[in-house]
């Protein structure tokens, strides 16, 4: 693990709160001994405004401004478990940075993470926190990730943080064949986790379970 990360995420939590989300996401059930490690290191605190830091190992999802929120941790680690699975990934889209937490959560996992965001204040926030835990391997660009990223793909794994109402078919289109994206589908009735997997002649899908995300949104914003 890259020591700048480590280092930033001391003093301001214990180990102890630390172990103690770790635990809670072994008790939900999540078995990726990686993505335990990963989510022990990442220093969530940095990734909220000061005065939530206090909940930051707490397993809830949190405002992060412009109507926004940062997952819960369970949700990120089981989203990252559901795109890892039994692979080793090249390149990963992930659709919504939002606070940054995903992405940084995918970096030490993956060789490259590309990730799009439509607010540009959000993106700003989040470029500074990677800069300053040197996670040079993200990548990230003020875009409408509705359309996907294409001039960068295609993928070995896309992420999407925001809920479409129906399967994006251009994500779908820049995955390799075999690959997998990670999602929430659905609006104000209620969304499901699922897992897509393209195939020679289109794509499977699995679903995971009920989640709530915010909505995926068109155009870009200040
Ligand atoms: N992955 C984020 C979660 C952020 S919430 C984190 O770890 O903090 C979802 C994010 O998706 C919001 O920041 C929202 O602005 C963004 N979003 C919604 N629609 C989008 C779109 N079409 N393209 C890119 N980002 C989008």
Not at 54 to 74: C, F, K, M, V
Not at 107 to 134: C, D, G, N
Not at 136 to 158: F, K, Q, T, V, W
Not at 159 to 185: D, S, Y
């Amino acid at each position: 693990m890259n020591p700048d990360l480590v280092q930033s995420g001391i003093g301001m939590t214990s180990e102890r709160t630390r172990e103690r989300l770790v635990n809670s996401l072994r008790r939900e059930g999540i078995r990726d001994e990686r993505v335990l490690e990963v989510m022990r290191t990442i220093p969530r605190h940095l990734f909220i405004e000061e005065a939530l830091a206090s909940r930051a190992y707490e397993n809830t999802a949190l405002p992060i401004g412009r109507g926004q929120t940062i997952s819960q941790p369970y949700i990120v680690a089981r989203m990252t478990e559901a795109l890892l699975e039994g692979r080793e990934l090249d390149r990963v889209l992930e659709v919504g940075t939002g606070s940054g937490y995903q992405a940084a959560v995918l970096s030490p996992l993956v060789r490259r993470v590309y990730t799009v965001e439509r607010i540009a204040l959000l993106l700003e926030q989040a470029r500074v926190r990677f800069r300053q835990l040197r996670l040079r391997n993200i990548h990230p660009r003020l875009a409408d990730g509705s359309m996907g990223l294409p001039e960068c793909g295609p993928y070995d794994g896309i992420m999407v943080t925001a809920a479409p109402e129906g399967i994006p078919r251009q994500l779908v289109e820049q995955l390799r064949p075999g690959a997998r994206m990670v999602l929430p589908v659905g609006g104000r009735d209620g969304q499901a986790l699922v897992r897509v997997t393209r195939t020679a002649r289109g794509y499977d899908t699995e679903l995971l379970e009920p989640v709530n995300f915010v909505p995926l949104l068109g155009g870009v914003e200040p």
